[in-house]
């Protein structure tokens, strides 16, 4: 299994960054795919998640500005994220589970740092 981020950077407050994951090596359609984050000295915390059946699930920090989408005919899971703030400088990671196991894979991050 496979999963590699791209659509990170630097961008100003109040901007805006798309995030992809592009995922092979598994039945993509089958799992939960979620988009989590790493700040510096802080614990990695889920930021969405995205059913195979397309519902949704978000941190209450970025409900409203974030949208996570995924494309099963493309294996590919995005986040769009809006109103960017410095308290979401972090690298974010790409994650693949099925619900019947407790662990998934990761990919290997991609930094974003909000900053003027």
């Known amino acids: 299994v496979q999963l590699v981020e791209s659509g990170g950077g630097l961008v100003q407050p109040g901007g805006s960054l798309t995030l992809s994951c592009a995922a092979s090596?598994?039945?993509?359609?089958?799992?939960?795919m979620g988009w989590y984050r790493q700040a510096p000295g802080k614990q990695r915390e889920l930021v969405a998640s995205i059913s195979s059946g397309g519902s949704t699930n978000y941190a209450d920090s970025v409900k409203g500005r974030f949208t996570i989408s995924r494309d099963n005919a493309k294996n590919t899971v995005d986040l769009q994220m809006n109103s960017l703030k410095p308290e979401d400088t972090a690298v974010y990671y790409c994650?693949?589970?099925?619900?019947?196991?407790?662990?998934?894979?990761w990919g290997q991050g991609t930094q974003v740092t909000v900053s003027s």
């Open positions: 994650n693949a589970k099925l619900l019947s196991r407790s662990v998934g894979f």
């Open positions: 090596g598994l039945t993509f359609s089958a799992y939960v």
